[in-house]
């Protein structure tokens, strides 16, 4: 990459985090007027139909039916499997636990990637998602994780969802290499959609519209247009001119922004570990940035 991209592909991913930091919150509101799979299926019944407008007007592209299997695999763990077991653990387990176990993404990741033989990580690379993963758990003090009853039940669905996001992102990178970004995330929506409706039917047809407060309608909105429409296109944009773990190490940049906005609207101040914290996660993404990991070897070539 030269300066301008890279600063460009380092700007998006921390617009995804700013922005996805505040989903664990408005995530848990809305879920006291919905059910996990009811808002699971009405984020997909929104974004996947959006997606692929936008993907046809943006891309002009139609993906080659060899493609297809490939799509439905990164939709099974990118939006089934990821997204249901995100709102199910969320509900069963609590944002603070979801932002702590949020932070095996970038473990996985590196982890998925050298045995797959898709991103083999350097030893930079390991070293600096290492730095930020503890410099993130010093910031949220992995103390206040909650493991006992329900929350327990909830912590495992949490890091399923970790993991099928992690390979999300690894098993995208070779398709990058045939189709532009967002037709990838709106070909996997469309297939991992059809999955989440399916499994969400019998609670979608319960679903009483008029007993839905405005309030919850507005933090849907929010979850489709931001974590779900841009941040998915943001990532697989920011991963095909980088890494699929530079894209999971900023995940590590979360408890900065709950930190950033406690600190604003709550008038807290950071202490001396919360510093502390700040500037490992910076090393830690400063090391990963400037490492290169060996990829897979394929080179770039047009959809045929």
Excluded at 125 to 138: E, F, H, N, Q, R
Excluded at 192 to 216: D, H, M, Y
Excluded at 259 to 273: I, K, M
């Amino acid at each position: 990459m030269g300066r301008g991209e890279a600063l460009r592909v380092h700007a998006a991913l921390l617009f995804v985090q700013l922005t996805f930091g505040a989903f664990h919150v408005v995530g848990k509101f809305v879920l006291a007027s919905l059910s996990p799979l009811q808002l699971a299926s009405c984020r997909v019944l929104v974004a996947a139909p959006l997606l692929l407008v936008l993907a046809q007007r943006v891309d002009r592209v139609t993906p080659p039916l060899q493609l297809m299997p490939a799509f439905a695999l990164l939709g099974f763990f990118g939006v089934f499997a990821n997204q249901v077991l995100y709102v199910l653990g969320l509900r069963a387990s609590g944002a603070t636990n979801a932002a702590i176990l949020m932070l095996s993404i970038p473990v996985f990741v590196t982890l998925a990637g050298s045995l797959l033989g898709i991103e083999r990580p350097t030893l930079r690379t390991s070293g600096g998602v290492a730095c930020a993963v503890v410099g993130a758990l010093v910031v949220l003090n992995p103390g206040q994780l909650v493991l006992g009853g329900q929350a327990a039940v909830g912590n495992a669905l949490l890091l399923g969802n970790c993991l099928a996001y992690a390979l999300y992102l690894v098993l995208q990178r070779p398709l990058l290499t045939r189709v532009p970004p967002l037709t990838l995330v709106a070909w996997s929506f469309l297939f991992g959609g059809v999955g989440v409706v399916a499994v969400s039917l019998p609670e979608l047809a319960g679903l009483q519209l008029a007993a839905v407060p405005r309030s919850a309608w507005l933090g849907l909105a929010y979850v489709v247009a931001i974590p779900t429409v841009v941040n998915y296109a943001l990532n697989s944009w920011a991963m095909q001119r980088s890494s699929a773990g530079l894209v999971a190490a900023y995940t590590t940049l979360q408890p900065v922004v709950a930190t950033v906005l406690a600190v604003l609207l709550l008038g807290e101040r950071p202490g001396v570990a919360e510093l502390a914290g700040f500037a490992l996660i910076a090393a830690g993404l400063s090391l990963v940035s400037r490492s290169n990991p060996k990829g897979s070897g394929r080179e770039r070539k047009a959809v045929p």
